[in-house]
């Protein structure tokens, strides 16, 4: 099979990869319905990660379970499955209390740009919708994965001044007090400090984006007054509950893609997000 590959700075390759296999009785193994490119592959694929070797891509998936191993019980073969980017049995300690993405025995799927994937502890991780979908459902569906999920663990005012003009028009919307919650979804330094500084005393920040060279100021924190919780979004909590929403019609973040790509051009899928020619793209094997 072919597959997305990252050699380098703005270097995606579809070439060919191994056809994964089950390795563990827990394991699955995936025929993708649908796959995207995030925000947070543009990090590594602008060079702001390094990238060591030729590394596969893609964390975000859905679709129709082909094979298990011996040990799965919860899904089988045919069924349509969605999963999080971080693979967890869902009944450790972590999982347990909420927080899958951090579970004990988390795995990183790295490598779902592809026609096919091996998705780790399986009976954790995976979560079926009632039927196999209709073809115009599975973009909604896709955004569970990651994006979706990951907005459902932040919140839902957006400001688009930055900076301190951004601060200055949030205290216009709370009569000069700061907002009760905010969210940041970016990760730099700037969004960060522009978040806690929007937050009134005794408010919450949530930050889910991937931080990069934050650094916070312990006394200016100290005098903020802020809750400060992140991480990233334990995806696999609100999967039966998401996947209920878009079942049914209440909630359509499948609008989030506005451009859809054949597998094959996920260079082209890249490219125009890193040139924000889209907001994110699908990508179809
Ligand atoms: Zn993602
Ligand atoms: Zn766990």
């Not at 590959?5 to 025929?31: H, Q, S, W």
């Not at 929007?198 to 005098?223: C, D, I």
Request: proline content about 8%; hydrophobic content about 40%; aromatic content about 6%.
């Amino acid at each position: 099979m072919r597959g997305a590959v990252l050699y380098g700075p703005r270097d995606v390759r579809f070439e060919e990869r191994e056809v994964p296999k089950i390795i563990k009785p827990t394991d699955a193994i995936i025929r993708i319905s649908a796959t995207c490119v995030c925000g947070s592959d543009l990090w590594p694929y602008r060079g702001i990660n390094p990238i060591p070797q030729p590394t596969p891509m893609g964390h975000e998936y859905c679709g129709i379970v082909e094979e298990v191993g011996s040990a799965v019980t919860s899904i089988k073969p045919g069924q349509f499955v969605i999963g999080s980017f971080f693979a967890s049995d869902n009944n450790c300690p972590n999982c347990q209390i909420g927080y899958q993405s951090s579970c004990q025995h988390k795995e990183f799927v790295g490598d779902a740009q592809a026609p096919v994937v091996r998705i780790p502890l399986a009976n954790g991780t995976l979560v079926a919708t009632p039927d196999v979908p209709s073809a115009d459902m599975i973009p909604s569906l896709l955004t569970l994965s990651d994006v979706m999920g990951t907005g459902w663990f932040a919140a839902t005012d957006i400001v688009p001044e930055r900076g301190d003009e951004a601060v200055a028009r949030v205290k216009d919307l709370t009569a000069g007090i700061g907002a009760d919650s905010v969210l940041e979804c970016v990760g730099t330094h700037e969004s960060m400090a522009q978040a806690i500084r929007s937050t009134r005393p005794g408010g919450s920040v949530g930050y889910v984006g991937v931080p990069h060279g934050v650094e916070l100021n312990g006394e200016k924190l100290f005098y903020a007054h802020v809750h400060l919780h992140g991480g990233p979004a334990p995806v696999r909590r609100y999967l039966p509950e998401l996947i209920d929403l878009v079942w049914n019609g209440k909630i359509n973040p499948g609008k989030v893609f506005d451009l859809t790509l054949p597998l094959d051009q996920v260079a082209e899928g890249y490219r125009a997000m890193d040139e924000r020619r889209a907001i994110k793209t699908l990508l179809r094997p």
